[in-house]
């Protein structure tokens, strides 16, 4: 008689075995997804769908990186979502943080930000797939910024006592993301006394929108040319399909 180990053990054995058969006839895909290899199985024609896809992507972005780009003068647009603030920072100030960092973009004459209603749908509607995975919520733009506040406890100067002292710092810390070229991404910091909010605000904002003017925007392709490698990907894609479809 078989003891509960054994038929444990059989179960398992059994299951990978169905799994392992299960493979036979299925392809092997490797991806590379956020600097990690990702390997996955399916069945050909899925595979081939796949591989052309992610040639598709290669294509697109090589011809991003050969494309005309954006004169200096030339609108960059920004999609900039609600800061994430820390429970330590008090009710009032969290109303406040956003609303005022927001301000300090919307007369900028080069960047374009995109309407806050379509940022926060964006947001809502991958948070659970966000909550899962690395992944950040697209909005048609050319670059993201993803901000947080937090609050520390630390040593600072005080200009009314002319001494140091313990205060209570405000802690910006932001993502500025290219839609492009992630390696033209870059990561932005600004510390400062909570009682100088409004100041250390200002400051998280202007280096922010240096990165994007000056590191960022530099690699944007022109519009034109965007849209026409946009459609030239498109019909390609497309042409692919029908020859997919014939051959059925």
Same mark, same amino acid.
């Given at each position: 008689?078989?003891?509960?180990k054994?038929?444990?053990f059989?179960?398992?054995?059994?299951?990978?075995?169905?799994?392992?058969?299960?493979?036979?006839?299925?392809?092997?895909?490797?991806r590379?997804?956020?600097?990690?290899?990702?390997?996955?199985?399916?069945?050909?024609?899925?595979?081939?769908?796949?591989?052309?896809?992610?040639?598709?992507?290669?294509?697109?972005?090589?011809?991003?990186?050969?494309?005309? *780009?954006?004169?200096?003068? @030339? /609108? %960059? !647009?920004?999609?900039?979502?609600?800061?994430? #603030?820390? $429970?330590?920072? +008090?009710?009032?100030?969290?109303?406040?943080?956003?609303?005022?960092?927001? *301000?300090?973009?919307?007369? @900028? /004459? %080069? !960047?374009?930000?995109?309407?806050?209603?379509? #940022?926060? $749908?964006?947001? +809502?509607?991958?948070?659970?797939?966000?909550?899962?995975?690395?992944?950040?919520?697209?909005?048609a733009? @050319?670059?993201?910024?993803?901000?947080?506040?937090?609050?520390?406890e630390?040593?600072?100067?005080?200009?009314?006592?002319?001494?140091?002292?313990?205060?209570?710092?405000?802690?910006?810390?932001?993502?500025?993301?290219?839609?492009?070229?992630?390696?033209?991404?870059?990561?932005?910091e600004e510390?400062?006394?909570?009682?100088?909010?409004?100041?250390?605000t200002?400051?998280?904002?202007?280096?922010?929108?240096?990165?994007?003017?000056?590191?960022i925007?530099?690699?944007?392709?022109?519009?034109?040319?965007?849209?026409?490698i946009?459609?030239?990907?498109?019909?390609q894609?497309?042409?692919?399909?029908k020859?997919?479809?014939?051959?059925?």
């Amino acid at each position: 008689m078989l003891n509960k180990k054994k038929i444990v053990f059989l179960g398992l054995f059994a299951l990978t075995f169905a799994i392992l058969s299960g493979c036979g006839g299925m392809v092997k895909t490797t991806r590379v997804v956020d600097g990690k290899k990702v390997t996955t199985y399916s069945d050909p024609e899925t595979a081939k769908r796949v591989e052309e896809e992610e040639k598709q992507r290669a294509a697109y972005s090589e011809e991003l990186r050969k494309a005309e *780009k954006r004169k200096p003068t @030339d /609108p %960059i !647009i920004v999609a900039l979502f609600e800061t994430d #603030v820390a $429970k330590k920072l +008090k009710e009032n100030t969290k109303e406040r943080l956003f609303p005022q960092f927001r *301000k300090e973009f919307e007369n @900028d /004459p %080069i !960047i374009r930000l995109v309407d806050q209603k379509v #940022v926060n $749908k964006a947001a +809502k509607q991958t948070s659970r797939q966000r909550s899962m995975s690395k992944e950040k919520p697209e909005v048609a733009a @050319d670059v993201s910024v993803f901000s947080y506040a937090n609050v520390k406890e630390t040593v600072g100067y005080s200009k009314k006592t002319k001494k140091t002292g313990k205060m209570i710092a405000l802690v910006y810390t932001a993502t500025v993301a290219s839609h492009y070229f992630s390696e033209d991404s870059c990561q932005v910091e600004e510390t400062g006394n909570i009682f100088n909010n409004v100041e250390v605000t200002k400051k998280f904002a202007d280096k922010i929108k240096d990165a994007i003017k000056n590191k960022i925007g530099p690699n944007i392709p022109s519009a034109a040319a965007k849209q026409e490698i946009e459609e030239k990907q498109k019909s390609q894609f497309l042409d692919w399909l029908k020859s997919l479809k014939k051959k059925e």
